[in-house]
């Protein structure tokens, strides 16, 4: 579950408001390449996640995403606060204000709304992982095309922040995709109960599973094997 | 006008920030012993710069509120102008 820290991951200090920036910024708050787009991806992929490492990761940075959710709502809200309906409406945001008046409503640049078609969450790790390498990709590089449209040091400031965070994020996935190749390429092995144990073949939980190769990075992998998986507990014993 | 609640916050900020970073290194890097180390010793230091913080200027999560009336819902909040 979530709890609420009363505080922005960067601040925003936004002196002059600007209503034409914002019209732009809100591309990062419902646009395709988006905080909720990423967040709600990450959150969403982190459930059929096979491994510890790459749950922690998908849940940790779906977490900050929220916090830069938050920081381009902030943006918008402080770029628009108190400007006069016919300036918004002079500076190309009369549709947005007709509908939305100063609120903040997740839309891209042109203001079509967000949607679900924005983010894939696959239940194949490895679809999952390079699907979030690539949006990591496109935030960045969105992040980019804002700042270089923006004058305003104030609004570049926090811009330039997320833009980082983005490329760390692209590391990191970068990492947990490669431990989870490694733990898919890896030779399953099964161990078969020693005869002096004395149980019966029928009793022993061992399978030898006769179809197994060694994985190739896009095989789906037999997923919640580990090396001793098919060892039963020594029963009472002697017999 | 509150340059001093806002130069706490931001020292706040910096060390929780710090330990997010850690966070998500520590997230596929599980063994390594010194950036737990690390981690441990910043989240100290950030707990402690939050304590000093809503020591004087009120709670930054809901559960730490402990005053009357609910300060919870006290201005300023993150996205506000000052």
């Not at chain 1, 959710?69 to 945001?93: C, M, R, S, W, Y």
């Not at chain 2, 060390?15 to 890097?29: G, P, Q, R, V």
């Not at chain 2, 709670?59 to 819902?73: D, E, G, H, K, V």
Request: glycine content about 4%.
């Amino acid at each position: 579950m979530w709890v609420y820290d009363k505080k922005l991951e960067y601040p925003v200090k936004i002196k002059n408001c600007n209503p034409r920036l914002a019209k732009y910024v809100i591309t990062q708050y419902g646009g395709p390449d988006g905080e909720l787009a990423a967040s709600l991806r990450y959150l969403s992929q982190r459930f059929s996640m096979p491994l510890e490492v790459a749950k922690a990761t998908l849940n940790d940075i779906g977490t900050e995403e929220m916090a830069h959710l938050e920081i381009i709502g902030a943006i918008v809200h402080q770029l628009t606060k108190g400007v006069p309906a016919k300036v918004l409406e002079k500076e190309g945001l009369g549709g947005y204000f007709a509908d939305h008046d100063r609120a903040v409503y997740p839309v891209n640049a042109s203001g079509s709304p967000f949607t679900a078609a924005y983010i894939a969450s696959k239940g194949d790790p490895v679809a999952d992982l390079v699907e979030d390498l690539a949006a990591e990709q496109k935030a960045r590089a969105t992040y980019e095309n804002l700042i270089n449209m923006m004058d305003d040091p104030d609004v570049i400031d926090p811009l330039r922040f997320l833009r980082e965070r983005e490329v760390v994020h692209f590391q990191r996935f970068g990492e947990v995709l490669r431990i989870v190749q490694e733990k898919l390429n890896e030779r399953p092995y099964f161990v078969k109960k020693p005869e002096f144990m004395n149980v019966s073949p029928a009793a022993a939980n061992v399978s030898p599973i006769s179809n197994v190769s060694p994985a190739t990075a896009n095989v789906s992998p037999i997923t919640g094997v580990s090396p001793v998986s098919n060892v039963s507990p020594a029963t009472t014993g002697k017999k | 006008m509150n340059e001093a609640r806002d130069s706490m916050l931001k020292e706040v900020m910096a060390l929780d920030f710090m330990c997010i970073e850690l966070n998500l290194y520590l997230d596929t890097h599980p063994y390594d012993q010194r950036a737990v180390m690390v981690f441990v010793d910043a989240a100290r230091r950030a707990k402690m710069a939050r304590e000093n913080f809503e020591r004087m200027y009120g709670p930054l999560t809901a559960s730490a509120s402990n005053s009357f009336p609910w300060p919870w819902i006290e201005n300023p909040w993150p996205w506000d102008v000052q």
